[in-house]
């Protein structure tokens, strides 16, 4: 009964391809999360939505595009992938009101040929 | 700009003797400070938090302790354990962030038996 699941786990292509990795809570949070862990280590927020209104938006390329159908639900497109999109992606919720304590799902892995 | 730093990438302790984990930061506005414990293939949990109007905050093995002045804050586990080998990240938010929390690059516990 995960909290926060995300697929595919692995996912490996080739460079101009456009992809999707899902993400789902079942926390009933407000709050939903996209971060990047490149080469480096280092973990850099992309996006965040709150009840469906994209409240954070770093300076990613507008390749990445994230997609809200419900709360429950933060999917990210990716168009036009490149070789620097090769990083470990993970999804993560929060409740906005109260606790500041982010729940993350096991991560993506993306490879690009 | 990475406003929250972890300058040691990896520490290696033996079995029953204290870890400490350093994280530095530079942002005098955060206010609100989480470390996460995180093992191969899994996304990050969150392990333990501290405010900035408290200077210690302890969880049974696990101690935080904030110095706001010196913008430093540590992690103590005592005594480690075999099963605490993991990389551990420091993350950081403040009022004029948003719930926006930054990342250190991590840092990875080796608990030898």
């Known amino acids: 009964d995960t909290a926060v699941s995300q697929t595919p786990k692995y996912l490996v292509t080739q460079m101009g391809n456009d992809k999707s990795i899902k993400c789902e809570q079942n926390l009933g949070h407000d709050t939903m999360y996209w971060y990047k862990q490149d080469s480096k280590k280092f973990l850099k927020i992309m996006f965040s939505y709150n009840n469906k209104e994209l409240i954070i938006n770093e300076t990613v390329p507008n390749r990445f595009s994230p997609k809200s159908p419900d709360k429950a639900h933060l999917n990210l497109h990716i168009n036009s992938l490149e070789l620097g999109d090769s990083a470990v992606y993970f999804c993560?919720?929060?409740?906005?009101?109260?606790?500041?304590?982010?729940?993350f799902g096991p991560g993506t892995r993306l490879t690009v040929l | 700009d990475q406003q929250v730093k972890q300058n040691s990438p990896s520490l290696s302790v033996q079995e029953g003797r204290i870890s400490i984990l350093n994280c530095d930061y530079t942002?005098?506005?955060?206010?609100?400070f989480l470390w996460y414990k995180k093992y191969p293939a899994e996304g990050p949990t969150f392990l333990i938090s501290?405010?900035?109007?408290?200077d210690k905050n302890e969880d049974g093995r696990f101690t935080v302790f904030l110095n706001k002045s010196a913008k430093h804050l540590s992690l103590h586990i005592v005594p480690s354990q075999p099963g605490d080998s993991a990389v551990y990240f420091c993350?950081?938010?403040?009022?004029?962030?948003?719930?926006?929390?930054?990342f250190g690059t991590g840092t990875s516990l080796t608990v030898i038996p």
């Open positions: 993560a919720s929060s409740q906005l009101q109260g606790s500041n304590e982010q729940f």
């Open positions: 993350a950081a938010n403040g009022w004029n962030t948003g719930n926006q929390f930054y």
């Open positions: 501290i405010s900035s109007i408290k």
């Open positions: 942002n005098s506005m955060f206010d609100y």
